[in-house]
Antibody
């Protein structure tokens, strides 16, 4: 049974950094592309980033390019999102999700609040 | 970036109604489109991928159609558990944008 569990969210001051984790079980990250998607409070879904199944390719939304980095640790079967230079506009629930044409498995999300 | 525009933004419907939601892309995306629904406080759930392929375990009352720029999600007979917000997402080019969502409410 596939399970994705995000962690690492919390309250952070503007300009600071945070790293989110997504621990995967029931699947092997090296076999799948993985995404981060976020949702600001009361708003719609925003695609954030993708890492390819072989880990060689990364893609980002324009709103996070140059500030966020997606990565993974195959030995830990864990996906990461390093977020730097955070601003209030980055406040959202962050979901990790598995790629399969659509995104077929999602975690429950972790809330990031950027506030002074 | 490819923009996806859903219509309507919200709708009210009754149990048993046939419901149709459309998603229009700002440029052609072949059949690289998925549909999700999301209930409050939960992650989205994949319903349809590749525009018309029903995800495993999703009830057959859901169907998708379209290619190019115009896509449709149809619920043939609305059930109580279908009241949610629906999103389309394109997978043709990065960034993999979502539509703004369609909220389906009880009439």
């Amino acid at each position: 049974q596939v399970q994705l569990v995000e962690s690492g969210g919390g309250v952070v001051q503007p300009g600071r950094s945070l790293r989110l984790s997504c621990a995967a079980s029931g699947l092997t990250l090296s076999n799948h592309g993985m995404h981060w998607v976020r949702q600001a409070p009361g708003q719609g879904l925003e695609w954030v980033a993708l890492i390819s199944s072989d880990g060689s390719l990364e893609y980002y939304a324009d709103s996070v390019k140059g500030r966020f980095t997606i990565s993974r640790d195959i030995s830990k079967n864990t996906l990461y999102l390093q977020m730097n230079s955070l601003s209030a506009e980055d406040t959202a629930v962050y979901f990790c999700a598995k790629d399969y044409g659509g995104l077929d498995y999602w975690g429950q999300g972790t809330l990031v609040t950027v506030s002074s | 970036a490819i923009q996806l525009t859903q219509s309507p933004s919200s709708l009210s419907a009754s149990i048993g109604d046939r419901v149709t939601i459309t998603c229009r892309a700002s440029q052609g995306i072949s059949s690289s489109l998925a549909w999700y629904h999301q209930k409050l406080g939960k992650p989205p759930k994949l319903l349809i991928y590749d525009a018309s392929i029903l995800e495993s375990g999703v009830p057959s009352r859901f169907s998708g159609s379209g290619s190019g720029t115009d896509f449709t999600l149809t619920i043939s007979s609305l059930q109580p558990e279908d009241f949610a917000t629906y999103y389309c997402q394109q997978f043709t080019s990065y960034p993999y944008t979502f539509g703004q969502g369609t909220k389906v409410e009880i009439k």
